[in-house]
């Protein structure tokens, strides 16, 4: 046979299930070495989406990709997930025959306890050659003339349907034909016609079968670890030397962090306003065999990447009255000081009172004014203009306002949203004592908002000031042009 032949809808196949999605790794198959001389491959599942094949990779060309095309077949036609009505009918139909079928096993003294083992071994040879030939004959069926002309070619052993069957069945189809012929294809998993099964073939088989559901049992615990590192690992970090105070209500458990510094504001801006652009699983075949783990079965390491692009965010800054000037122009530097946090240009500041004060990128903030009343309900209406579903929005305040007004403009926001709070308190007192005491200090507040209705809508961030300075920074370039303190 050419070095450069190959099966007629390899490619076809290739490019249907990229279209599908699906990603393959291919793992070199550890029984290999023991059968040198026969191709070995298996697949399974190892999650949603995702396929192992282990294979040959050392074989030939033409019977790497014949193996290879057999295995993804199992995946195109969906062969991972028997319907278990199927297998309790042909448990019955080996009830109903069961005189065939003592004919066919060894002569053992427990055979009744091992009538129910016997079983699942003929289903599963039975449900192979069935897989076999749905899948030879949907993407094998313009290749069966390379058996004749290359004995002990490639595709030798492969299983199609017999003569007078119709093609192109799915393989439960397969299955009951398979029945109705029940001694020819008993000849098939047996030695030759006529003689029996041995109990050791029961027990080879078992045993890679039980090896396959092994490897996909640790799989399927490392993905669930790997999206538990994952999850936690993207999740607001909690500054160290911080408390985290949780609130909750009957719909949502939200986190309130607590910096001590206005540098790690920038850290919490860049954190949450990230945008998932790549997800991929990367496998390290080498990773645990050269550990000595799993004996002689050969287990990749698996876990994920995640990469990441800067998202659009909005900052709506409080410049009221009873923010100190110095410390708008300290929250100010430090955002600007933060080179590649987040993309400045197509992200936007909003500065606001009791109405617009300034609106202007974070590439080119110039003259900012402060001073007057405060109204941030309003502020957030206006800056809805800015934002997506993808976009993340952080308020930065004293929260010296009607905070019912920010939930009634903010609960329909489908984005991610960020109110961070700044108070002269202490360290030892907590988020819970800072905002109460915010509500029964203000006046104009007829209706005091509940702090667990707060945090439901909003993720909070409690920025204390006793490790802020509120000194005036020296002006710089990177500095704000100017600031107007209109307060009376």
Known sequence: ??????????RETNKHLERLNIRISYIDAPMAALMPNVPVSFSYRAMRGEYCIYIDRKADHPTFMVRDLHEKGHILFNHFTRPRTHRQQFEEFFRRNLHTFLNRLPPERNLTSKLGSYATYIYNRFSDIAQAMEI??????????????????????????????PEGLDWMSYMSFLCTELNFFLDHIGDGPG?????????????MQAAERRIQDIQETRKTAADADSNAAYEPEIIKHGRTDNFSDTKSVNTVTELNNVKDLVRILRERSLL???????????????????????????????????????????????????????????????????????????CWSDSLCSDTSLAGIREISSGGGTMLGAGIEYCKR???????????????????????????????????????????????????????????????VDIRRFVSVFDTVLLRDNLVQWAELPASANSPKKMVDSSP
């Open 1 to 10: 046979m050419e070095g450069s032949w190959e099966p007629a809808l390899y």
């Open 386 to 448: 800015y934002l997506n579903e993808r976009s993340s929005f952080f308020i930065i305040s004293d929260f010296q306002d009607d905070l019912n007004d920010w939930i009634s403009a903010a609960k329909d926001l489908g984005c991610a949203k960020t109110a961070v709070g700044y108070g002269r308190m202490g360290r030892e007192s907590s988020f819970e004592q800072w905002f109460s005491a915010i509500g029964s200090n203000a006046s104009y507040r007829k209706n005091p």
């Open 195 to 207: 003689q029996k099964i041995k109990s050791s073939d029961i027990a080879s088989y078992n045993a």
């Open 276 to 350: 998932l652009k790549r997800n991929r699983l990367h496998t390290d075949i080498l990773y645990n065999i050269n550990r000595n783990r799993f004996g002689d079965i050969l287990i990749p390491r698996r876990y994920r990447v995640e990469n990441y692009n800067l998202n659009n965010i909005c900052i709506l800054l409080d410049v009221s009255g009873s923010v100190p000037a110095g410390f708008v122009r300290r929250v100010i530097h430090t955002i600007m000081q933060a080179e590649g946090a987040f993309n400045k240009h197509i992200s936007r500041l909003v």
């Open 136 to 165: 030879n004959s949907k993407l094998f069926s313009a290749d069966r003339g390379v058996n004749s002309s290359a004995p002990r070619g490639v595709l030798e052993g492969f299983v199609f349907p017999r003569d007078g069957w």
